[in-house]
Each structure stands twice: as structure tokens, then as C-alpha cells.
């Protein structure tokens, strides 16, 4: 299986002090990953480092064929329109209704308007959340606009999703209904990255464990 | 009501800029003609003991001689015991000038012309003209100053309108930006909004232009100047167009671009 993530002696830094410290570590493509650690611990950094919020201060990092070293916008754009990015606070767009944020990845990758809405509706029914196509996000539970940031992650058949504790604050039901659908991209081959402070107890299928103390990142077997 | 609003304010910057931008070019052009209309009907007399060209009055603008022919009999008439035979005359010019000139521009002119030997005298009407110059750069003034004002305001309404946009628009482009959206797509909205507002600005500034120049109030004024005044709908409107359309792209993209 060929090698998705490269870190070789990775060392982040946000907001001038360093979070990780000089780290290297892999995730192989079709890989199943929790990124662990206590809160502070920097699992938020290097998620934010894997889709080029956060540029590596040293070290090397490949993403595919991308060095996120020194990527050029136009070369972001291009790997972010291959990821699936799920975030603790959801990021769907408040003012779109559910249907059209779920549609995103694909209008911007050009899918014509009614293609984009029919898969949409399909992913949303994946996710159990047709009956609120027209909805807000404001109108939905934390657990449903996170199923729905599922959905818009995973519509365009996204190389890798990157979630940032994407099951935080959601009750134990919503919470294992996000797993499952992790489970589910994570069986047509899709790499998943989550960050989370723990590992859910009842998790069912092989996984890495990549965990983070005081700034260096291990792979715990 | 704010989505209302926040509209309201670009567009209400825009009619004024554009309004301005109007009323400014509308008084210099019947400022213009107005000059134009003072120095056609205003000349300076020179009386020389030679004949004149225009060469020897420096191209200053157009001579033409003065015909004292009347002038001489009725001067024969009421003193018949002067001889005007044995007299020699001068002769008499009016100079048309070529543009308005201030007050220091026409003692320079004047003592110009009496440095030639061959001018004896030159008369100017200095008073009158100084006074109609100085009334219509004090017009030029105000009107110029108080056309900037507007402009300004509109400015800072457009500034002011670039912060809303901002916080109205920055979460949506970033998360459009976090799935690799283009420039083009991520501003789309606000490029929409911009295109909307420049239309209902310009369709307000041609009606309030409208309004204006077919007032009683304009026409009066226009007649009483004695000059006649045309608007270039093509040409004027076109302009106004664009400058609606630039400032409103141009806000619009500097949102995007300035995007935390």
C-alpha cells in the first residue's frame, strides 16, 4: 500500500512556540488513523498541518506528490479540492441551506448543478438526513450538522478525510452514528485521519494509533 | 433588514460618488462655456501708430482694426475749425484673446503690449474682468470642494461597507477555501451582490441626472448664463458605468483577496 502522508522530523509551530517538535511518521493510503493525545497536545496542529493551514517550521512533509514545505496556492487548492475536512465546530456555511452545503466539493469542482444536487440527496439519505436537505444548520442538533459534515467530506470521493474531534460534544447515539460512517468511506478505501483525545471503546475495526506527548508523535501499537 | 441595509450603504455611496462625479464634470463644463462666452464678447483696445499683425502682437489672439471712420466726421462735424487733415491718426484695434486671462495674466498682457515701441495705449477694462474672473473661480472652487466632499463620503460609506462585507462574508470564503474553491467562486456571491448594487446605483443616478437637468431651476440658470449646454448621454452615462462598476469589483475584490 503506497505511503499517503510522509512526516520526516516534522516540527510545527503555532503562534510562535513550537507544538510538536521535530517527528516523523506515515499513513499508508486506505490507513484508518487516531491521532491521540490530551487536549493541547497538538492533534489540532497537525491536522491543520496535513490539509496547509499550518506550514511545516522544519522537517518535511508530502502529501502525495504535494511537499507542503512550499506549495503554491493554486497546488493547495488543487490537493484540499482531494481531501475531506471534518471539524469539531462543523464549518458548514450558515447561510446555505444543508442540500446546497453538502453540494460544495462538487460545484466547486465544476459538477453541473442538477448532477450535484442528485448526489447530494443521495449522500444525505447515506447519512440519514434527506427529510432536512432544505434546512439550516442552525436548525439542526450538533450530531446532525456533523453527519451532514460528513456527507459534504466525502461527496467527491475525497484520497483522505481529516477530522478534527469530529464526535466532541455529540451524545453517545450521534456519536456512534459518526463513527459508523467513518467505518463506512474507511471500507471503499477512502484514508481516514481523526483527531480525538480518546478512542471510542467499542471500536470495531483495525486501526493506528499515532499519539502525541509533549510535542513528539509515536505510533503506539 | 441587514442584508437590506448593508446594501443600502454601497449603494448609497455609490450615488453619491457618482452624483459627484456628475455635478463636477456638469460645472466645469458650464464653467467652460461660460469662460468661452466672457471672451468672445470681451476684447482689449490698442492704439498704435503703425499698422498691426498678428505677429506683432505675440499670436496673443485674434486682431482685428477698428473703423474710426464714423468717429473722425462726427469729430469733423462738432469742431469745424480744427483742420484733421494735417492730423494723423492712429490706429485702433480690438484684441480678442485666446482665453480668460486672471488678473495678473492681463497686467502682464498690458505691459507686454506697451513695451512696443509702436503701442501708445492699451485699455483693458481690468475692473470688470477682474471682478467676473474672480466670481468664477470662486464658483470653480466651492463647487470643485464641495464635489470632493461628496466624493469622500461616498469613500468612507464604501470603506465602512468593506468592513461589513468582511465579517458578513469572511467565514463562508474560508470554508469555500478549506475545500479548494477557486478565487473566482469563493467571491461569487459578493461579486453578485456588487454587480446588483452598481445596477440600482446607476439606474438612481440617471434618474436623479434626469430630474436635474430638466429642472426649471437648471434651465433657468442654463438660459440666464446665455450659453448652450448639451449632455452627451453616451458618453456621460458610459462613463458613470464604469467608474460603478470598477468601484464596486474593485470593493468586492479586495474583500476576497484580504480574506483572514
Known amino acids: ?221 | 433588514m441587514s442584508s437590506l441595509k448593508s446594501h443600502l450603504t454601497l449603494i448609497l455611496a455609490l450615488i453619491s460618488i457618482l452624483f459627484s462625479i456628475f455635478l463636477f464634470k456638469t460645472f466645469s463644463q458650464i464653467l467652460e462655456k461660460y469662460k468661452q462666452n466672457i471672451i468672445d464678447n470681451y476684447s482689449i483696445v490698442i492704439v498704435s501708430t503703425s499698422t498691426l499683425s498678428k505677429a506683432d502682437i505675440d499670436n496673443l489672439g485674434e486682431l482685428e482694426e477698428i473703423d474710426i471712420k464714423n468717429e473722425i466726421s462726427k469729430l469733423k462735424k462738432k469742431y469745424k475749425n480744427i483742420d484733421f487733415s494735417n492730423i494723423t491718426m492712429p490706429h485702433f484695434y480690438k484684441l480678442k484673446l485666446n482665453s480668460l486671462p486672471s488678473p495678473n495674466e492681463l497686467i502682464n498682457i498690458k505691459n507686454e503690449l506697451l513695451n512696443k515701441p509702436f503701442i501708445k495705449k492699451v485699455m483693458t477694462k481690468s475692473s470688470s474682468q477682474t471682478k467676473i474672473y474672480n466670481l468664477l473661480m470662486l464658483l470653480e472652487i466651492i463647487s470643485k470642494t464641495f464635489m470632493y466632499l461628496i466624493a469622500v463620503l461616498g469613500f468612507l460609506l464604501i470603506v465602512k461597507q468593506l468592513e461589513v462585507w468582511k465579517l458578513l462574508h469572511n467565514e463562508r470564503m474560508y470554508i469555500m477555501e478549506l475545500f479548494g474553491a477557486p478565487f473566482w467562486f469563493r467571491g461569487a456571491a459578493l461579486f453578485k451582490i456588487a454587480f446588483i448594487d452598481s445596477l440600482i446605483s446607476l439606474i438612481i443616478t440617471f434618474g436623479l441626472i434626469y430630474i436635474t437637468i430638466n429642472s426649471a431651476i437648471f434651465e433657468k440658470v442654463i438660459n440666464d448664463l446665455g450659453i448652450n449646454f448639451e449632455i452627451n448621454y453616451l458618453n456621460d452615462f458610459g462613463i458613470l458605468f464604469l467608474i460603478s462598476f470598477l468601484i464596486s469589483f474593485l470593493s468586492s475584490i479586495i474583500v476576497v483577496i484580504g480574506k483572514k
Do not use: C
Open chain 1, 1 to 221: 500500500m503506497g505511503k499517503i502522508v510522509i512526516a520526516e522530523n516534522l516540527s510545527l509551530k503555532y503562534e510562535n512556540s513550537e507544538i510538536i517538535t521535530p517527528s516523523s511518521f506515515t499513513i499508508n493510503s486506505g490507513d484508518f488513523v487516531f491521532l491521540t493525545g490530551v487536549s493541547g497536545s497538538g492533534k489540532t496542529t497537525i491536522i491543520k498541518s496535513l490539509y496547509g493551514e499550518i506550514k511545516p517550521n522544519s522537517g518535511k512533509l508530502m502529501i502525495g506528490e504535494f511537499n507542503l514545505n512550499n506549495i503554491s496556492k493554486s497546488k493547495l487548492a488543487l490537493l484540499r479540492k482531494h481531501l475531506g475536512i471534518v471539524f469539531q465546530d462543523f464549518k458548514l456555511i450558515p447561510e446555505w441551506n444543508i442540500l446546497k452545503n453538502v453540494m460544495l466539493p462538487l460545484l466547486i469542482a465544476g459538477v453541473n448543478k442538477t448532477d450535484a444536487e442528485n448526489l447530494a440527496m443521495e449522500y444525505l439519505s447515506r447519512v440519514k438526513l434527506s427529510h432536512k436537505a432544505d434546512k439550516f444548520p442552525e436548525e439542526l442538533s450538533g450530531g446532525e450538522q456533523q453527519r451532514a459534515a460528513i456527507a459534504r467530506a466525502t461527496i467527491h470521493n475525497p484520497v483522505m478525510i481529516l477530522a478534527d474531534e469530529p464526535i466532541s460534544g455529540l451524545d453517545e447515539y450521534s456519536a456512534s452514528l459518526v463513527m459508523d460512517l467513518f467505518i463506512k468511506a474507511n471500507r471503499l478505501g477512502i484514508t481516514i485521519v481523526i483527531a480525538s483525545h480518546s478512542i471510542p471503546s467499542n471500536f470495531s475495526i483495525n486501526f493506528r494509533q499515532l499519539h502525541i506527548e509533549k510535542g513528539k508523535v509515536y505510533e503506539l501499537s
